[in-house]
């Protein structure tokens, strides 16, 4: 690899790749040329990044000569076929969506919790967490370097964003449709009668199986069996494979709720052992990555509202279970985009291109 390896961000023009592009301004800067690639249809747009606007390229094969380290945010379908041809032309690449995550030969990696992994891709691919998985497992991870986790019951309140900016998009219009008097027959106070938000959103659902303003929609993804979401199954999943505990004991229920970014969880988690909430506290308050907000009676505990933007997890509303004394309760917010997606994605690039740097400074 190159002293300065050139990256490619794939889906730099998505919500992902917006906040890729922010975070690669703000991080040290490590990269040479980093080339932007989106569809066909963002050719030749100008995005601005370490400062610089940046014509985006079509996602074509040439696009990744001499490209070190890829990062794909676009959807599984597109890092399905593409994230492939990339690695057969000499990139790593570090893959954000669902394609290769449960793959056994695709690690799949968070910093803060198995880091090893990242070197052993036989595939030269590592993938990244979902946001849902991504947003809680820093926190839990923690807890289970300590304590051992038996079980996990998860239930989310997921931004709009986690949809991508067409979810993002979608709120915003049905904001404005239940909130100001518009071109659709008037609803005169939305929220007061079975069906009036209904009315007010029209057919505009975009992304969502329901209206998302004024509302929560106890859905994500897509169905699986047994009337399991995708959303929820991979939670499930991923947390297994990334804490190493294949046969971990996980419930998941997720849910979307009009925030437009950063996702939030409720966490029941079931160790091995007794627990004592001062314990938890300071493994919480000292974990990298990780911090604590819980003060109920000075009203601090983390929202979305106060989380959106920031890097860390926040953890608030520690309790110990009244009826499992070996049982932690949590409430935990995370940027869906920053930690969730793009932060996670542009640490893993990070460690791979400090790999080129180990092996040419002998460390
Ligand atoms: N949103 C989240 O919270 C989140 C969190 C973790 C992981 N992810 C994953 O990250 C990926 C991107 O999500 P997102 O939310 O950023 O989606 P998004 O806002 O819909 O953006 C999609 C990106 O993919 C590009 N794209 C779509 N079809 C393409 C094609 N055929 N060829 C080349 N580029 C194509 C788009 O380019 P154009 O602008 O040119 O269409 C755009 O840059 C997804 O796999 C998603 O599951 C998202």
């Known amino acids: 690899m190159k002293p300065r390896p050139t990256l490619a961000v794939v889906g730099a023009t998505g919500a992902v790749g917006?906040?890729?592009?922010?975070?690669?301004?703000?991080?040290?800067?490590?990269?040479?040329?980093i080339r932007l690639i989106a569809s066909p249809r963002s050719a030749g747009r100008k995005l601005a990044v370490r400062g610089e606007e940046v014509e985006v390229l079509a996602l074509t094969e040439d696009a990744f000569e001499g490209v070190d380290i890829a990062m794909f945010d676009v959807p599984d379908e597109v890092a399905a076929d593409w994230a492939p041809v990339a690695a057969a032309k000499g990139a790593v690449v570090v893959?954000?969506?669902?394609?290769?995550r449960m793959d056994p030969d695709v690690p799949l990696v968070v910093?803060?919790?198995n880091p090893h992994a990242v070197r052993s891709r036989p595939k030269s691919i590592v993938a990244s967490p979902n946001c849902t998985t991504l947003s809680m497992i820093v926190a839990v991870g923690a807890?289970?370097?300590?304590?051992?986790?038996?079980?996990?019951?998860?239930?989310?309140?997921?931004?709009?964003?986690?949809?991508?900016?067409?979810?993002?998009?979608?709120?915003?219009?049905?904001?404005?449709?239940?909130?100001?008097?518009?071109?659709?027959?008037?609803?005169?106070?939305?929220?007061?009668?079975?069906?009036?938000?209904?009315?007010?959103?029209?057919?505009?659902?975009?992304?969502?199986?329901?209206?998302?303003?004024?509302?929560?929609v106890p859905w994500v993804g897509e169905l699986r069996e047994d009337g399991w979401s995708s959303e929820e199954m991979k939670v499930r999943d991923e947390s297994r494979k990334i804490l190493g505990l294949p046969g971990l004991r996980v419930a998941v229920t997720c849910v979307r709720v009009p925030v437009i970014t950063t996702?939030?969880?409720?966490?029941?988690?079931?160790?091995?052992?007794?627990?004592?909430?001062?314990?938890?506290?300071?493994?919480?308050?000292?974990a990298p990555g990780v911090v604590l907000f819980d003060d109920p009676a000075a009203g601090?505990?983390?929202?979305?509202?106060?989380?959106?933007?920031?890097?860390?997890?926040?953890?608030?509303?520690?309790?110990?279970?009244?009826?499992?004394?070996?049982?932690?309760?949590?409430f935990?917010?995370?940027?869906?985009?920053?930690?969730?997606?793009?932060?996670?994605?542009?640490?893993?690039?990070?460690?791979?291109?400090?790999?080129?740097?180990?092996?040419r400074e002998g460390w």
């Open 95 to 100: 893959d954000n969506s669902a394609a290769f």
């Open 111 to 113: 910093p803060e919790v």
């Open 263 to 286: 996702h939030s969880l409720t966490v029941h988690a079931r160790f091995e052992h007794e627990v004592t909430v001062e314990r938890a506290r300071e493994i919480i308050a000292t």
């Open 143 to 216: 807890l289970h370097a300590e304590f051992g986790l038996r079980e996990l019951i998860v239930s989310s309140y997921q931004a709009a964003s986690g949809a991508g900016r067409d979810g993002v998009d979608t709120l915003r219009r049905q904001l404005t449709a239940v909130t100001a008097p518009g071109p659709r027959p008037a609803v005169a106070e939305p929220g007061t009668g079975p069906g009036d938000v209904r009315r007010a959103v029209g057919d505009d659902l975009g992304p969502f199986p329901g209206p998302l303003a004024l509302n929560v």
């Open 300 to 330: 601090e505990f983390p929202t979305p509202a106060d989380v959106v933007g920031t890097d860390p997890t926040w953890v608030g509303r520690v309790r110990r279970t009244l009826d499992d004394p070996a049982a932690l309760e949590l």
């Open 332 to 359: 935990v917010c995370g940027d869906n985009l920053r930690k969730g997606a793009a932060l996670n994605t542009a640490q893993l690039a990070e460690m791979v291109a400090s790999e080129g740097r180990e092996e």
């Open 18 to 33: 917006q906040v890729m592009l922010q975070i690669l301004s703000q991080h040290a800067d490590i990269w040479g040329e």
